[in-house]
C-alpha cells in the first residue's frame, strides 16, 4: 500500500472519507480503517465559482427542468475507436447522454475530452468523467479547458479509485486535487459539473452533509452509487436537502444482462443493490429481457422520489459482450422515454 504523508490517507484526502469505505469501515486499499471514519464532516474551506455552464450545459439543464434526463455507460471497448462507432450506432437517440467515465478493469482511456470528442462526432452527448488519481492539477486544468471547448454536456468531478484497486497496481498516485477542489475549477471554465455520493458506504450518517460541502463548492448535480431500495434513495435525498445540498439527483440503475454482470455488480464495496435485484435476473429463462424490465421498473420507482431528477443506467459487459449490453441499455433508455 502507498501511504501518503500527513493523516494516513492513501489517496492524501482532506476531505475525506471516499465513497471506497468498506462496509466494515476498512479503506478502500488496505486492511485498516479509514482515518476519517470517526471525524466530524470536513467543511469546504475554499472559494466557490458562480460561474454558469455554456450552451451544452443550459440545454441540457433546461431538458432536466422538462423532464427526467436518462443517461447511460456507454460500453466500449478501450482505445478503440470502431467500438465507439458501433456503440454509438446502436444508442444514438436512446439515451439523452453518455457517461465516459472510469473502469477499474481497464484504468487506460483515451483522455477525456478526446474521447468526448470522438464519441460527439457519432451523435451522443457526452457526460465526461475526471477523476484526481491519474492527473495532477495543470493536466486536469488542460483538460476541463478542452472539455468546455468540446462541448460536453456536464462533467463528472471525482476523487477516482486507487491504482491498487484496478488493473494498474503499478501506477503512481496522484491526488493533487479532490473532487471537491475539481469542481470549482470546472465551474470557473463554464461546464455543468456532477458530483458523486455513496449513501450506503460508512459513515452513512455523514454522506448527506458531505455531499452539501459538495455543493457549497459548486456542485451541480449528484449522481449516486446504487444504495438500495427506492425508500433508501428517497430518504437519502431528503436527508441532503435538509444538509442544504438542494441540487438534482441522479440515482443509478443497474442493468445486469448476463452472469458477468451479476457478479460484478454484486462485488462493489459501496453499491447496495435492490432485495432479490439480482436474483430475479439469474433465474430468468431470457436474462436479457429479464434484465431490462428489471431496470425500466426500479428506474420509474425511482423516478417517482423528490429531487431525483433522471437516472444513471450502468453495467458490466464480459469483455466480448459490449454490444449485447449497449442494446439493453438502449432498450432500457426508450422505454423510459429519452431522446424523444
Ligand atoms: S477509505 Fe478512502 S478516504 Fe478513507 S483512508 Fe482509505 S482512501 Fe482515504
Known amino acids: 500500500m502507498t501511504v501518503a504523508p500527513g493523516r494516513g490517507c492513501p489517496k492524501r484526502m482532506t476531505y475525506g472519507p471516499c465513497g471506497g469505505v468498506g462496509p466494515d469501515g476498512s479503506c478502500e486499499i488496505a486492511p ?23 450552451a451544452a450545459g443550459r440545454e441540457f439543464r433546461a431538458l432536466m427542468r422538462r423532464r427526467p434526463v436518462i443517461v447511460a455507460e456507454m460500453p466500449t471497448v478501450p482505445l478503440d475507436v470502431r467500438s465507439i462507432a458501433e456503440t454509438a450506432d446502436v444508442m444514438r437517440g436512446t439515451v439523452d447522454a453518455v457517461t465516459t467515465g472510469d473502469s477499474p478493469a481497464a484504468r487506460v482511456q483515451y483522455p477525456p475530452a478526446y474521447r468526448a470528442l470522438l464519441v460527439q462526432q457519432h451523435g451522443l452527448p457526452v457526460w465526461a468523467g475526471l477523476n484526481c488519481r491519474d492527473r495532477n492539477r495543470v493536466a486536469l486544468e488542460g483538460e476541463i479547458a478542452a472539455l468546455a471547448h468540446a462541448g460536453v454536456v456536464a462533467v463528472h468531478c471525482v476523487t477516482g479509485d486507487h491504482p491498487e484497486s484496478g488493473h494498474r497496481p503499478d501506477a503512481m498516485p496522484v491526488f493533487d486535487l479532490e473532487s471537491h ?11 455543468l459539473v456532477s458530483v458523486a455520493e455513496s449513501p450506503a458506504a460508512p459513515p452513512v450518517t455523514h454522506r448527506a452533509g458531505r455531499l452539501a460541502e459538495k455543493v457549497r463548492a459548486g456542485a451541480q448535480i449528484c449522481l449516486l452509487q446504487f444504495c438500495g431500495e427506492v425508500e433508501d434513495v428517497a430518504a437519502f435525498t431528503d436527508a441532503a436537502r435538509r444538509a442544504g445540498a438542494d441540487i438534482p439527483v441522479l440515482p443509478g440503475v443497474p442493468l445486469i444482462v448476463d452472469e458477468y454482470g451479476a457478479a460484478l455488480m454484486s462485488s462493489f464495496a ?47 459487459p464480459d469483455p466480448g459482450s459490449g454490444t449485447l449490453l449497449a442494446r439493453a441499455l438502449a432498450a432500457v433508455g426508450k422505454e423510459l422515454g429519452a431522446g424523444r
Open 32 to 54: 485498516e480503517p479509514c482515518v476519517f471514519l470517526d471525524d466530524p464532516i470536513v467543511p469546504w474551506a475554499g472559494a466557490a465559482s458562480a460561474r454558469g455552464p455554456g
Open 181 to 191: 477542489e475539481l469542481v470549482p475549477l470546472a465551474r470557473a471554465a463554464g461546464l
Open 270 to 316: 459501496a453499491a447496495v443493490l435492490p432485495a432479490g435485484y439480482v436474483e430475479s435476473v439469474r433465474r430468468a429463462a431470457d436474462p436479457v429481457s429479464a434484465g431490462v424490465e428489471a431496470a425500466v421498473r426500479y428506474a420509474r420507482a425511482l423516478l417517482t422520489v423528490e429531487g431525483v431528477a433522471g437516472v444513471v443506467l450502468g453495467g458490466a
